[in-house]
């Protein structure tokens, strides 16, 4: 089953807790602290995986979730790390921010490997927080919560050339004589309801991937026949066969074809429409395409366009064409600048603000102490905790938050909130 988009749940492990140790060794009667860190949580990676080319696997699992670190241990050891998280995703795929739809990544470079999301850090144990007056701190830190996400992602095909047309002129027979392919070939419009990938193979070392492009019709710029769907997987093709039905079987007239198609194109897109383009009229052992020939020949001269007659039911002109596309694909392939391989997504960084930028805000009767190290500093601390309480007096103070208190004439007994912390302000 071809699946071309998914809507995914991301989320990077917690950091471990950091713990309260002390050694407790024969011949040691005061033993300090001991308690090691917590290990960094699992990240999120995204890998491009060329075995893949449909996001199928995301049918049947939509959430990811790196697993989180372990605690810290005792005699200073730090918690094992939560192992990282690898989504492997087929060459082609576009991440984009599910709320904002704002595109994140491009992911083209096939065995690429992108950290998506960060693991937590890990707390800090108690030996962190001895001072000369604190000789055995009975606190520590607890890990920093991982970063979570929603994505979407779309996979545009990773095509050389991909084939457009009207339904039934012929794109599906067509791959499936010039490469390995086997698609739905009947005669009768919309058989292709999927892009089908080919590979055409010439000689050892000349291959280019082709692919069918389910039939467009007008109105496919705008979504009309799935036209949506389908025209974003000809976005990245370098070189465009536009086929036409020569012979007009359904009634159809194939230049009047040829010219909606183009238009859709340039709907959709100015730099598709622009994109390099063969002419190439199908069908021309059946009787009825003589006419249509010199007309067809004469439009892609206007159009400064190659043209090409094939029979792709007899293979007639079959093997020029695709040794004409090789030699253009090749040409093109070499003008390309190398490929930027992308190590880690770019995520608006959290505002790492030291302790002591801060500033205090009214809140009715309350004052509210805003800042966003502090608030940070505060998340990590177990405030049940009594040494904790008195670690933060001492910090208050140091920082120069009591004073401030006095400089803004805060009465006695008024709630002052840093973070969930409350206490009752007294000189």
């Not at 082609?92 to 992108?114: C, F, H, M, Q």
């Not at 100015?270 to 439009?299: F, G, M, S, Y």
Request: aromatic letters at 6%; hydrophobic letters at 35%.
């Amino acid at each position: 089953m071809f699946v071309d988009r998914a809507r995914i749940y991301v989320r990077s492990g917690d950091g471990g807790d950091g713990v309260v140790r002390f050694r407790r060794e024969k011949y040691v009667p005061a033993g300090g602290p001991a308690g090691g860190d917590g290990g960094r949580g699992g990240s999120i990676y995204f890998v491009v995986d060329e075995g893949l080319s449909t996001l199928m696997d995301f049918r049947y699992r939509r959430k990811f979730v790196a697993p989180s670190g372990q605690p810290g241990q005792s005699k200073n050891m730090a918690g094992r790390d939560g192992e990282d998280l690898e989504i492997r995703v087929p060459p082609g795929t576009l991440v984009k921010d599910a709320e904002t739809g704002e595109v994140l990544l491009d992911l083209t470079v096939p065995n690429s490997r992108v950290l998506v999301l960060p693991g937590g850090r890990g707390g800090r144990g108690n030996t962190h927080f001895t001072t000369p007056t604190r000789q055995a701190p009975s606190f520590a830190e607890r890990g920093e919560p991982g970063k979570e996400l929603w994505l979407q992602l779309e996979l545009k095909l990773l095509a050389d050339v991909g084939l457009v047309g009207y339904p039934n002129v012929g794109k599906s027979t067509l791959l499936s004589v010039v490469s390995a392919a086997r698609p739905k070939v009947a005669n009768y419009p919309f058989t292709t309801l999927r892009p089908n990938l080919g590979v055409v193979s010439l000689e050892p070392g000349h291959a280019f991937v082709i692919a069918d492009i389910p039939g467009l019709i007008e109105g496919a710029h705008a979504g009309v026949g799935l036209g949506m769907d389908f025209l974003r997987h000809i976005e990245r093709t370098r070189l465009i066969l536009h086929l036409v039905d020569a012979a007009g079987v359904d009634g159809r007239d194939p230049v009047k074809d040829y010219a909606k198609i183009n238009e859709e194109l340039r709907l959709y897109s100015e730099d598709l429409a622009d994109c390099l383009q063969i002419l190439v009229a199908n069908k021309v052992d059946l009787p009825e395409a003589k006419e249509n020939l010199t007309r067809l020949e004469q439009l892609a001269k206007e159009e400064n366009r190659e043209f090409f007659a094939i029979s792709a039911a007899t293979s007639q002109g079959t093997s020029a064409l695709m040794r004409r596309c090789d030699q253009l694909v090749r040409e093109m392939k070499k003008a390309d600048p190398p490929p930027e391989q992308v190590q880690q997504l770019v995520l608006p960084k959290e505002e790492r603000t030291p302790v002591d930028e801060f500033e205090i805000v009214r809140d009715n009767e309350d004052y509210v102490v805003q800042g966003a190290g502090l608030d940070r500093l505060m998340r990590r601390l177990d405030l049940e905790n009594a040494d904790t309480i008195a670690y933060l007096q001492n910090l208050f103070e140091k920082i120069g938050l009591y004073k401030r208190l006095a400089e803004m004439e805060v009465p006695e007994g008024a709630t002052v909130r840093v973070g969930e912390l409350e206490f009752e302000y007294m000189e």
